[in-house]
């Protein structure tokens, strides 16, 4: 007997027409993997006799509070792109990615200070990671500040009226990478 | 979706179509190839003969020879590039990035891939890639010298090698960019072909090329990170004095390395390398065996054998690849128990790849062969993958590799595994597809003539290495004549030399086809092979949006070949079933 | 079907081939290749070795016969059977190499090997020959405690031309410790156990006559054990790449006679009279 079917039995589970979470998923698998593999080598390291933990600059706290706060900012964006204030939207995504700039900003801040106090690059263990890690989730907040404000031109020429894949991708993003801020955080102060 | 208003950069330069896109890389793996082929050959000219002077060469090539003498440092550096290039910038080039591109939307019917801009990015993102690599030969103190797997300390200090200066921070970017561009591939193809199958293209409709193809990308996806994190390490340790991988109180050349804080693993690296670099070999290979199931089927007239436990096999082929890679670390210096624990756990991927060989072999039963020069392709990488799987066992078992580690048995299985395989498929996907690509036909005399000059030379040379292997040759040896107890087979080096030069330049033959045939080889119908999968229902050579008319909708599985009465003896996937008599035909 | 019929020369060309390919794997693998065996441990890894040729090799000449006559028996038109299989056939078939290699090569691992590998990693024995090797771009500096029977401190800061292996001459159990390049002598039928350091890259001690092979790794001290069982000269060979001289880092270990090797060891000057 041939193998056919009639296609009401084969349609495809994963349904071809509907916008693409996974391209969005596999970006945050590879991500996440990455700063897993630095994770895992700041465990092993850390099992070194040489081993002395820094004390991170406060200013770190209060740039991950502007990330949170950012984070709450694209929200009030996707919760406008909803209810149809297109200006309210774009006003939102452009608060968001400015202080993602912000973030940024205040990050070289912290590096600035910690190398004032003689912790540099190559200064020892614990502060390489946190350079290391800090940099390269400085990069990717950088790849989603350009999302966000990609996002905002979108929403100002109205392409979400009618669906927002495209702003709610962007979205995950930004709290993704939000989330990898506050698990580094804890890997490199309780630790 | 007409293409005829774009200008000659954005057609064929800067091209979106996933089947341009395809090519590109296919050529330029194809360039790669031939440096890194050329520079084999040098190796193998110090190998076999390590006391000859070659003036020729060192006039041609006055940065590698001195007096006509190859200096060791460049045979370092050629070495680590060959290694380099052929594994990333070649045959995932040319598998991967090349077929996969052209051949995943053609197979599942689509008109493009997910995501075209990005694709038309990541191409081009490699091309620097390819430049740089070759460009680092032109550094001051050469290009890198430390083996593909750049193991620290010697890939981390420039004072240890002059291979380890600018050129192998060059290494690094380029495959930093290399890395970028296949992640932006590989989510392409998961993308595609998870949201982009045409109706009635289940997964469990999918050719098996498709497939694994799939499954690498995954593999790539989840396994790549782990270099990247690596090579940032690395070239942190190089240019900013971080010790990541470098422990304390390095001494090279009578100096203590002072301003290095130390306290670093250089086992830490290889963990992470060989975290990717186990599955990187099966992102390779899957493809390769994946292509072959679909040339075998063709050619056998026949469905592939056990295509659902092909699948099966190939996902925990997959899953196991990730979790083995200690198997190129027993006698680093890792806990014997966590040794023992990756030899017992690597000598299982012997289990789903025997089914997959097995599968192959049972696929010519009850076939009727028809040969051409792709079938003849799949058949001998059958016997390379037997002949080459065998030999991992010996490898994979910790306490025969204390004997055979790093010595040329190594060298010769990952030859076998890696190139002959690899190679092989590449050579069945070109013959096999040139018409779907090219709108012609390779000429099938030239192509026996290729096949005939290349398979037996390089299947006996990559064996005879083993050989070597047994024998207790070491490898990045430039000469193996120092030691007394390796002169007594010596000959096999100049042996092995030989066959692989006739093989390497029965290449050109295959190349001479390919380009003639471009634009001289017979005319090629939309299905020269009678061959069911979706990609032969569209003209030849595919034009942009893959059909000229709708998508065609899959009713049936990928090798439907004399399953049923179909009077041609194969159906089809894209054709529908015929209707019981009475019944009311089915809506489109 | 007659176009397949046309194909039979070809046909019989490609088993051909197969048949050449094979024989030539199993021919070569029949032949020996590897230096005679001359430590204890290493009969058991060769063991393992011939366990696998003689287990692997079937499977090998079985898989290329069945191709073989697949090609025969289906290659040349003659007519065949539909090939109808259903999936429940395929998986069961499947089950048939999952259990084989499994064997196959789990046996290897376990029954074969593991025993090996326990002696190779086994804790010294209290009477074994302790000597400490360095490699270093492109040499092997040998150590030898001395009467003293202790290694002295060494530190990388101390190294010079003239003190390679970086000796503390304050430490006095250094005072008599011998240093040699590139040899190392030990005593026949006794246990000896290595120290392998290093300090600038990697490095691997191996010595093939003796299956000994032991990456050296900066930062980590690892150990070599072995007791050797034929007298004789056997190279020592670096089998991780290191840098230019990669090939040349080439030394040997003489193994003597437990007079010869004492007579040897008493010819040596002590490190710090050299000095």
């Not at chain 1, 910690?114 to 790849?143: D, E, R």
């Not at chain 2, 782990?226 to 070239?235: E, G, K, Q, R, S």
């Not at chain 2, 040794?339 to 025997?354: D, Q, W």
């Not at chain 3, 029954?111 to 190779?120: F, M, N, T």
Request: proline fraction near 6%; glycine fraction near 10%; aromatic fraction near 12%.
């Amino acid at each position: 007997m041939p193998a056919s079917m009639t296609l009401e039995q084969s349609t495809s589970s994963w349904g071809g027409r509907r916008p693409y979470p996974i391209g969005l998923g596999v970006v945050l698998v590879t991500v996440a993997m990455l700063f897993s593999a630095f994770v895992a080598a700041l465990l092993v390291r850390r099992t070194g006799a040489d081993w002395t933990g820094i004390e991170l600059p406060p200013l770190v706290w209060a740039n991950t509070g502007i990330l949170l706060v950012s984070s709450a900012a694209v929200e009030f964006a996707r919760r406008a792109v909803r209810r149809g204030s297109t200006e309210t939207a774009v006003r939102w995504l452009g608060v968001a990615a400015t202080l993602g700039l912000l973030f940024l900003a205040g990050q070289l801040a912290a590096w600035h200070e910690l190398t004032a106090q003689g912790l540099a690059l190559a200064s020892g263990p614990h502060a390489a990671f946190f350079y290391l890690l800090s940099g390269t989730h400085g990069a990717h907040v950088l790849a989603g500040v350009v999302a966000l404000f990609w996002a905002r031109a979108r929403a100002a020429r109205g392409a979400y009226r009618s669906q927002a894949s495209g702003l709610t991708h962007a979205a995950i993003f930004w709290h993704f990478v939000g989330g990898v801020w506050l698990l580094l955080l804890a890997v490199l102060t309780t630790l | 979706m007409s293409e005829t208003h774009t200008g000659f950069w954005r057609r064929y330069v800067f091209s979106t179509d996933h089947k341009t896109i395809g090519k590109q890389y296919y050529f330029t793996a194809m360039v790669m190839a031939l440096f890194a082929a050329a520079w084999s050959m040098l190796l193998r000219l110090q190998l076999a003969w390590p006391q000859q002077t070659w003036p020729v060469l060192g006039k041609l090539f006055p940065g590698l020879y001195q007096d006509g003498v190859l200096l060791p440092e460049r045979y370092l550096s050629l070495v680590t590039m060959h290694g380099t290039v052929m594994i990333f910038f070649v045959i995932s080039l040319a598998l991967v990035s090349g077929f996969g591109n052209f051949i995943i939307p053609l197979q599942i019917g689509a008109r493009d891939m997910a995501y075209p801009f990005l694709n038309m990015l990541s191409y081009w993102t490699v091309v620097p890639a390819c430049l740089i690599m070759l460009g680092s030969f032109f550094a001051p103190d050469g290009a890198a010298g430390s083996g593909w797997t750049a193991y620290p300390p010697l890939s981390a200090l420039s004072e240890a090698a002059p291979g380890s200066g600018l050129g192998q921070t060059l290494w690094i970017l380029a495959m930093a960019l290399w890395i970028a561009s296949f992640t932006m591939g590989g989510l392409n193809f998961i993308t595609t072909i998870l949201n982009l199958r045409t109706r009635g293209m289940s997964m469990r409709r999918m050719p098996l090329t498709v497939w694994t193809l799939f499954i690498a990308s995954i593999l790539g996806v989840l396994c790549f990170p782990a270099l990247t994190a690596a090579a940032i390490m690395l070239l942190l340790d190089r240019v900013g004095a971080t010790s990541f991988f470098l422990p304390s109180g390095l001494v090279v050349g009578g100096q203590l390395l002072s301003y290095r804080g130390g306290g670093g693993s250089p086992l830490l690296f290889q963990h992470l390398f060989w975290f990717l670099g186990h599955p990187e070999v099966y992102v390779l290979v899957l493809p390769a065996l994946g292509i072959i199931f679909d040339v075998v089927a063709v050619g056998g007239r026949r469905p592939v054998f056990g295509y659902r436990t092909s699948i099966g096999a190939l996902i925990v082929v997959a899953v196991l690849s990730m979790i083995v890679w200690g198997h190129h670390m027993f006698v680093s210096g890792m806990s014997p128990y966590v040794g023992e624990y990756f030899s017992v756990a690597t000598v299982t991927i012997t289990a789903p790849f025997a089914v997959l060989a097995m599968n192959l072999v049972a696929s010519l039963w009850r076939a009727e062969i028809r040969l051409n020069t792709a079938l003849l392709f799949a058949l001998a990488l059958i016997a390379a993958v037997g002949i080459g799987g065998i030999g991992g066992i010996f490898l994979a078992t910790a306490t025969s590799d204390i004997y055979l580690h790093n010595s040329y048995f190594v060298v010769g299985h990952f030859h076998l595994m890696i190139a002959v395989v690899t190679f092989f498929a590449i050579f069945a996907g070109t013959y096999h597809w040139f018409p779907k690509m090219f709108g012609r036909q390779m000429n099938e005399t030239l192509g026996r003539l290729h096949f005939w000059l290349t398979v037996p030379a390089v299947i006996v040379g990559f064996v005879a290495m083993h050989l070597l292997g047994m024998g207790g040759e070491q490898r990045h040896l430039y000469d193996p004549t120092v030691y007394q107890f390796l002169r007594p087979i010596q000959w096999l080096n100049v042996f092995i030399s030989i066959v692989l030069a006739l093989a390497a330049a029965a290449q050109f033959i295959f190349l001479g086809n390919l380009f003639y045939s471009l634009v001289r080889g017979p005319v090629a119908a939309s299905n020269p092979w009678a061959a069911t999968t979706l990609e032969w229902s569209t003209p030849s050579p595919a034009p942009h949006g893959n059909w000229p008319g709708e998508l065609p909708v899959a009713y049936r599985g990928p090798y439907e070949y004399r399953v049923d009465d179909s009077p041609e003896g194969y159906t089809p996937q894209h054709l529908p079933p015929s209707p019981a008599p009475g019944a009311v035909p089915v809506p489109v | 079907m007659s176009e397949t019929r046309r194909q039979t020369p070809e046909i019989v060309a490609l088993i051909t081939l197969f048949l050449g390919i094979t024989a030539f794997t199993v021919a070569g693998f029949a032949m020996d290749w590897m230096p005679p065996v001359a430590s204890q441990h290493g009969v058991g890894v060769d063991r393992v070795i011939h366990y696998l040729l003689h287990a692997t090799g079937p499977i090998l000449v079985l898989g290329a016969c069945v191709l073989m006559w697949f090609l025969w028996r289906y290659g040349r038109g003659r007519p065949t059977q539909a090939p109808h299989t259903s999936s429940r056939v395929e998986f069961w078939w499947s089950i048939a190499p999952v259990i084989g290699m499994m064997a196959v090569t789990e046996v290897g691992v376990v029954v074969k090997g593991l025993p090996v590998w326990e002696e190779i990693y086994a804790e010294p024995p209290a009477d074994a020959v302790r000597i400490d090797v360095t490699a270093q771009q492109f040499e092997w500096l040998v150590r030898y405690p001395g009467p003293d029977g202790k290694f002295g401190r060494v530190a990388g800061d101390l190294v010079e031309n003239t003190n390679p292996a970086g000796l503390d001459p304050k430490d006095s159990a250094s005072h008599d410790d011998i240093v040699v390049r590139n040899q190392i002598h030990v005593p026949l039928g006794q246990p000896v156990y290595i120290t392998l350091r290093g300090r600038d890259v990697l490095h691997s001690f191996s010595v093939p006559a003796l299956r000994v092979k032991q990456d050296v790794v900066p930062g980590i001290l690892n150990k070599v054990l072995f007791v050797a069982t034929k007298p004789g000269r056997y190279e020592i060979a670096c089998t991780q790449v290191c840098g230019m001289g990669h090939y040349r880092m080439h030394g040997a270990v003489y193994v003597d006679s437990p007079a010869d090797y004492a007579a040897w060891l008493k010819q040596q000057t002590a490190w710090l009279q050299q000095q």
